[in-house]
């Protein structure tokens, strides 16, 4: 959840459910010092809501709280990466839609995120396992042009086209980034659903990274603004 201010006393909150996905909601008179609903309503907290339909928002009745990582979520890069994880999926996800394994993963994340002494490693994974489960996901076994395996060799990312190119499809006048053939094990790596109970400990090649963002920005349409926080990017 996250929240912005509405009038004197009221939040609207932007949650995202396991029942209906992403939805904006009212917390009446959260804002005022002796609210019941007093630091449940934090940025990153997984809460219990009971909720009636309004006119236009819903409003929230209660709030129990199940899980409330802001303590560990204040510290700066902690919070850069969290925003970012919060902003990809606010930006991916259209409001009303369950997506069951997204709630998963961005449960999992912001508290990996929370517990993280290196939060932004943990970037390329997640953005890679939202855009597979988006249907958005880079195909890393063939060229995206052509659809032959990729071999050996270097490979070309071709953000535009979704993927990576092998060398036939190249077109040498483009300054695609390269990437050797270590940077696609790591990605298929990056890429790979957790097996069982167990976060996959697979760190990024800078060059697999950065293709990350690059397949993230070309989705999105622009750079996520939470990790301009970071450094990252020049935004
Ligand atoms: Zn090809």
Redesign the pocket.
């Known amino acids: 959840m996250r929240g912005r201010p509405l009038g004197e006393a009221d939040r609207i909150l932007t949650l995202f459910t396991r029942e209906r996905g992403k939805l904006d909601a009212v917390a009446k008179g959260v804002r005022r010092t002796r609210s019941h609903f007093a630091g449940r309503l934090e940025f990153g907290n997984e809460c219990d809501f009971v909720m009636h339909r309004g006119r236009s928002l819903d409003v929230v009745v209660s709030a129990e709280t199940l899980r409330a990582p802001w303590a560990q979520l204040v510290e700066p890069e902690r919070y850069a990466v969290a925003s970012a994880v919060a902003e990809l999926i606010d930006a991916f996800c259209e409001p009303d839609w369950a997506l069951l394994d997204v709630y998963g993963l961005l449960v999992g994340a912001i508290a990996a995120v929370a517990a993280a002494d290196n939060p932004q490693a943990l970037l390329p994974r997640f953005e890679l396992r939202l855009l597979a489960m988006l249907g958005l996901a880079p195909p890393l076994e ?7 395996p990729l071999g050996a060799g270097a490979t070309w990312l071709d953000a535009a086209a979704g993927g990576l ?6 077109e040498r006048w483009r300054d695609l980034p390269e990437l050797s053939a270590d940077d696609v094990a790591n990605l298929r790596a990056l890429a790979a659903p957790k097996e069982g109970g167990e976060p996959a400990a697979v760190r990024a090649t800078p060059r697999a990274a950065a293709a990350v963002e690059e397949l993230v920005a070309h989705h999105l349409g622009r750079r996520p603004k939470a990790l301009a926080a970071l450094g990252v990017f020049g935004a």
């Not at 190119?165 to 190249?170: G, H, I, N, S, T």
């Open positions: 063939t060229c995206v042009q052509c659809g032959s190119l092998d060398d036939r499809c190249r």
